[in-house]
DNA sequence: ATTAGGG
DNA sequence: CCCTAAT
């Protein structure tokens, strides 16, 4: 096999650790209805936990059905066996299956508004608004001093060798239009919910290999693989077991004397191969500098019924304590700071105990197929069964839709740099702001402030196209993205055209336009770039949309994002935030030109003063590295140049102005030689 | 905080 | 554009 081979892995989702049981809005509010906006606070609520610390955990069907993949060091050729990918025959049975690989998802979390009871989501004791971003990781202790295969393997009580019965055995798996089970009552304990549609099939724990040391390519497995969130709470989240729809799945710890638990199921998650996709993609290049992350919008919709589970171990924390501080030794400086930095928000999180999550999980009994394919997410509603005016809507979000991504990683690299990778796509994705999108009837609620009841949300009502749905932060992500981006709020029956923005930006703005007539040498005009900024932000481009183009609507409205609890837009995401990507504009080029010629090299802060001072997003470092680029550019044949093209004039200047420069530096050098 | 240079 | 080292 050839090492040189890269794995694509597309995403569309992931699976989201299990939900609080109940979540509810900080704040009460008079009204008996809730706005959307709460509506989205709850799962934000929710997603706190995943914004804390993500985990990633490889589920691969091999022989023994969905194993976590536990030894991150494998290498992932060997995912497909010693003899490559060539055997998927064996395990890639239901290839096809419903919910193809664009659709991966959820966990049942209910969600209850207004709050019923007291009910927060707080497994941890914790003040989630508080804390989940902004946790520390405490020193690993005594997991330090262990290999983290074998602490992990302590933890688990699920070993290799067991049989997969008895050990998975662990799990409840209710029939078909069972309710849901609220448990959670004691602390360690392993909890799965999801649905599967008929056969209590679940796929066992057995077999996880336990060493982050291993490359990917000595775990065997062909290519369907899927990434599951592992929750970073006081239990671990080690894995998820894809299952059927229809049937929820709990699954307690190994201490408990559970039932009901059934083989591996036959189903597997096809994980295929997504072709790159040219501009709408982010690379994340990452530390190991063989792995690149590239996150990716996908256009299709949640499937609806799609469910896995997921289930948790205890310990959780310690082990996710050391597995940080385990990767943070392999990556490099600038990895490690975020590992620092998150370090300090975990301990704060440990900090409180369990609250019960006592909860009222609701669901849809026997209407469970869940088929309406405008669903983007699944959830389960039930009629309120709170008589009289104050009406409420429970709610239970079993599925989360996550941007798809795409992970381009060598076989050789290890499962452990995989998953780093992911959690590093994800990071980018949702760390930069999450925000939760509120779809009725595949459509998104645009408007924040109308109550619940006026958007057609009522206990009443059909809520089955009731749905959620992750969103990036539109803020964070190029030009380039928005295609995709708003491609997630279409719906998916209605396909309606695309609002494109160029990826480029290859208008030259009034302003600038003058800028150009303006006498050399003379008056150095600023470019003022409040125009260009407006014209080319995410944001205003999405205004934009919603004022020009009704085909989309706007992933999101300021108000939500004011709204939002996200204490952890933390410094990790800004440093982890790659800026977008703003070519030059000859206007731009222009005014840098006349600035340096005026100036000289190496006086970057005055040139930005100068000519770009209104330009904020244009830093010193921007326009000395747009000088080299352009010096560069000048000496190059004007085939081999790309991207917009600049003037020859310009490019002859940028040469004149780099030489006599550079004759400057050298003589002011000998200058300071002799003295 | 800036500058310079490699990636 | 990012990241670092050196000022």
């Not at 849901?180 to 679940?202: C, F, N, R, W």
């Not at 109550?451 to 057609?456: A, D, F, H, I, N």
């Amino acid at each position: 096999m050839v090492l040189s081979r890269r794995l694509d892995y597309g995403f569309n989702g992931y699976q989201v650790p299990s939900m609080p049981r109940a979540a509810r809005s900080a704040r009460r509010r008079s009204s008996a209805w809730k706005n959307v906006e709460d509506a989205k606070l709850c799962p934000f609520d929710l997603l706190a936990t995943l914004a804390g610390n993500l985990l990633v955990g490889n589920s691969s069907p091999a022989s023994t059905g969905n194993s976590s993949t536990q030894n991150d060091n494998c290498v992932i050729n060997d995912l497909n066996g010693e003899e490559g990918y060539a055997d998927q025959s064996d395990h890639s049975e239901p290839q096809q299956d419903d919910r193809s690989s664009s659709e991966k998802e959820i966990i049942n979390s209910p969600i209850i508004l207004p709050d019923i009871g007291e009910a927060k989501y707080n497994p941890s004791g914790i003040d989630i608004h508080a804390s989940a971003g902004d946790a520390s990781v405490k020193p690993a202790g005594t997991a330090n001093t262990k290999d983290q295969s074998e602490s992990l393997g302590e933890m688990l009580s699920c070993e290799q060798g067991n049989t997969d019965s008895e050990r998975v055995g662990d799990f409840v798996v209710d029939g078909p239009s069972v309710l849901p089970k609220v448990e959670d009552e004691t602390l360690g304990q392993m909890k799965v919910e999801s649905h599967i549609s008929s056969g209590a099939d679940v796929y066992s724990l057995k077999d996880h290999v336990t060493s982050d040391k291993k490359p990917l390519a000595q775990h065997s497995s062909n290519n369907s693989s899927q990434m599951v969130l592992c929750e970073n709470k006081d239990q671990l989240s080690l894995s998820s077991f894809p299952v059927k729809n229809g049937v929820t799945v709990v699954s307690r710890d190994n201490d408990d004397n559970s039932s009901g638990c059934t083989h591996p199921s036959s189903y597997k998650k096809p994980f295929r191969p997504v072709p790159y996709i040219g501009d709408r993609r982010i690379r994340k290049v990452l530390a190991s500098q063989s792995c690149k992350v590239i996150p990716r919008y996908k256009k299709k919709f949640l499937r609806p019924g799609g469910g896995q589970y997921q289930a948790h171990c205890r310990d959780r924390d310690r082990w996710l304590n050391y597995q940080r501080c385990q990767s943070q030794r392999n990556f490099p400086f600038k990895k490690r700071k975020f590992y620092d930095m998150d370090c300090q928000s975990i301990s704060d999180k440990e900090t409180n105990g369990k609250s019960g999550d006592n909860i009222c999980t609701s669901r849809k009994s026997s209407k469970e197929d869940c088929s309406a394919p405008e669903r983007f997410t699944s959830l389960a509603v039930q009629r309120s069964s709170f008589p009289g005016v104050n009406s409420h809507v429970k709610l239970r979000i079993e599925s989360f839709r996550v941007p798809e991504m795409l992970i381009e990683i060598p076989e050789t690299a290890t499962v452990g740099s995989l998953k780093r990778a992911v959690v590093d796509a994800m990071t980018t994705i949702l760390g930069g702001g999450l925000h939760v999108g509120v779809l009725l009837q595949g459509k998104k609620v645009g408007d924040d402030n109308k109550t619940l009841q006026q958007t057609g949300i009522s206990h009443d009502r059909a809520l089955d196209a009731l749905g959620f749905m992750l969103e990036p932060d539109p803020a964070h992500y190029p030009p380039s993205m928005s295609p995709g981006c708003l491609s997630l709020l279409r719906h998916c029956d209605a396909p309606q055209p695309l609002m494109r923005h160029p990826a480029t930006p290859t208008n030259v703005q009034p302003g600038n336009c003058n800028k150009l007539a303006e006498p050399r040498g003379a008056n150095l005009g600023k470019l003022v770039e409040s125009d260009r900024d407006s014209t080319t932000s995410p944001m205003n481009m999405l205004r934009k949309g919603r004022a020009e183009s009704k085909a989309l609507v706007p992933i999101s409205s300021m108000n939500a994002i004011a709204a939002v609890p996200i204490h952890r837009k933390s410094k990790r995401s800004e440093i982890a935030q790659r800026r977008i990507r703003r070519p030059f504009s000859v206007a731009e080029v222009e005014a840098l030109v006349q600035a340096v010629e005026k100036l000289g090299t190496g006086r970057w802060r005055d040139v930005k003063l100068c000519a770009f001072d209104s330009a904020k997003h244009r830093t010193y470092v921007d326009l000395k590295d747009k000088w080299k680029t352009l010096v560069h550019t000048a000496k190059i044949s004007p085939q081999q140049r790309r991207g917009e093209p600049v003037p020859q004039e310009l490019l002859d200047r940028v040469l004149t102005a780099h030489a006599y420069w550079a004759q400057q530096q050298s003589r002011q050098q000998q200058l300071k030689q002799l003295l």
